[in-house]
């Protein structure tokens, strides 16, 4: 009797196809090759699999495309029991792979969700990494953090679904996610993720003009590195231009460059960073250019069109940040960031360019220049003296007005707009001396300064 085994699936039909792929990518973690069968019942009887043209490069499709990265997939059709199944093999030691940004391991014939634990067990086996770097035990302990963005943070990887946690205190939560020892010191990747002392450096500039001769704004912003992450989007999106559109009676507003596309190549900039005293990262914004870069480079020479196109896993130079960024959905699958940049640009026919070499890795977003769109800051100005509040600017004002402890997810979920979009908002009616937060993130609340 035909069984089920940690190197072996049964799927009944390709109507399965999906678990199918899930199936592959938990045998390729736990033993580098895995063999499904279509046309098989779960109890090892053969059924048989229908063939039309286009099964067999239907099952080559899902798996290219959700599969990362790509391992070796033979695809052939066989003859059991008089009847015709189809046999997909797969092998590859690139681990750890992902199905459809999730990652899975095989116990026995399950294909069971990775927790952070064995998923930063690949990572560190990984060459070239500097994950003892990351395991060094500080001098700072767990009154040290940001409590308040430790707590934002569990509640974000809980929603994800990659975090199943009811947050304590500091210590615990902190244990749970490997950067702290039992003394209660923070390590390296903990001290540098939630400090409150400002671990990480980041430089934002702005540039008037192409030469760089002399800037018009210049920032030096200390802080971890999730409050980095943050500061770093809410200047770039600050600081770029939209174009504005009225639809029905909203007026809609379209980032010159897809929030997306930066966020993912931001994130990325602070997971792979080599963080080395003296080092920063770096956002610098000229009439043409939005530039991103961060110390280190990619390890091995390794190419963004290779992570993009499957052809390599992720080179993970800090395997235990990364994986806390991956918790909380800052990260999706590892080493598939590149290829959704790179698609968010096509779309929008962004032009981009990278360079990789030993001093770091810098990637530049070219701006769209033309008359239809302009200046955020100065369109601002404008909008104060001619033209009233957005919709989106009253929907929150009334929404807080009603309920000032509504968090900025629930605003986005009742507005229908990304929560990026209700930040960058709540911080121009900050700005402009509408909203005001009273108290701290934990426990204060919003007031509404002047509502008409």
């Known amino acids: 009797m035909r069984r089920e085994t940690e190197t072996l699936e049964f799927k009944k039909t390709t109507t399965q196809l999906k678990e199918a792929v899930i199936s592959v990518c938990a045998m390729l973690n736990k033993h580098e090759e895995g063999i499904v069968y279509f046309g098989i019942k779960d109890d090892g009887s053969v059924c048989g699999q229908e063939i039309g043209k286009k099964t067999t490069s239907d099952i080559s499709h899902e798996l290219r495309n959700n599969l990362k990265p790509i391992p070796n997939i033979t695809i052939m059709t066989e003859e059991m029991d008089g009847k015709t199944v189809i046999k997909v093999e797969a092998d590859g030691d690139d681990t750890p792979y992902s199905a459809y940004g999730r990652y899975y391991i095989r116990v026995?014939?399950?294909?069971?969700?990775?927790?952070?634990?064995?998923?930063?067990?690949?990572?560190?086996?990984?060459s070239k990494t500097y994950s003892k770097w990351e395991e060094e035990i500080t001098n700072h302990n767990i009154y040290d953090v940001n409590?308040?963005?430790?707590?934002?943070?569990i509640r974000d990887a809980n929603e994800t679904g990659r975090l199943n946690y009811v947050y304590r205190n500091s210590r615990e939560a902190l244990s749970k996610l490997g950067l702290v020892n039992n003394e209660g010191f923070l390590n390296n990747a903990g001290y540098f993720l939630f400090?409150?002392?400002?671990p990480v450096l980041l430089k934002e500039v702005i540039y008037p003009t192409d030469e760089r001769s002399s800037f018009t704004d210049l920032k030096q912003f200390k802080g971890n590195i999730l409050e980095c992450i943050n500061e770093g989007m809410k200047y770039i999106q600050n600081n770029i231009h939209y174009e504005s559109e009225i639809v029905g009676s909203r007026r809609e507003e379209t980032p010159e460059i897809p929030v997306e596309a930066l966020r993912e190549i931001l994130i990325n900039s602070f997971a792979h960073c080599h963080y080395?005293?003296?080092?920063?990262?770096?956002?610098?914004?000229?009439?043409?250019?939005?530039?991103?870069?961060?110390?280190?480079g990619i390890l091995n020479n390794t190419k963004p069109?290779?992570?993009?196109?499957?052809?390599?896993?992720?080179?993970?130079?800090?395997?235990?940040?990364?994986?806390?960024?991956?918790?909380?959905?800052?990260?999706?699958?590892?080493?598939?960031?590149?290829?959704?940049?790179?698609?968010?640009?096509?779309?929008?026919?962004?032009?981009?360019?990278?360079?990789n070499d030993e001093y770091g890795f810098t990637f530049i977003f070219n701006r769209k220049l033309n008359d239809k769109i302009s200046d955020k800051k100065?369109?601002?100005?404008?909008?104060?003296?001619?033209?009233?509040?957005?919709?989106?600017?009253?929907?929150?004002?009334?929404?807080?007005?009603?309920?000032?402890?509504?968090t900025i997810p629930k605003l986005a979920e009742s507005i229908g707009k990304s929560t990026p979009t209700i930040k960058r908002h709540i911080d121009i009616l900050v700005s402009e001396g509408e909203l005001e937060r009273v108290g701290s993130r934990k426990s204060g609340y919003w007031q509404v300064i002047n509502l008409e």
């Open 378 to 406: 100065n369109d601002k100005i404008k909008n104060q003296v001619v033209a009233k509040k957005t919709d989106i600017d009253e929907m929150i004002l009334k929404l807080l007005a009603k309920n000032p402890y509504t």
């Open 195 to 198: 400090g409150n002392d400002g």
């Open 147 to 153: 409590e308040d963005l430790l707590i934002q943070y």
């Open 276 to 296: 080395q005293e003296g080092d920063y990262n770096e956002i610098t914004i000229t009439r043409s250019k939005v530039r991103i870069y961060n110390p280190g």
């Open 108 to 126: 026995d014939d399950a294909d069971i969700f990775m927790d952070s634990k064995q998923l930063w067990k690949f990572f560190e086996s990984k």
């Open 305 to 355: 069109t290779d992570f993009a196109s499957g052809k390599v896993g992720s080179k993970i130079r800090n395997p235990l940040i990364a994986t806390v960024l991956f918790k909380n959905g800052m990260i999706d699958a590892f080493g598939t960031g590149f290829d959704r940049a790179f698609r968010l640009c096509a779309n929008r026919s962004i032009e981009y360019s990278y360079q």
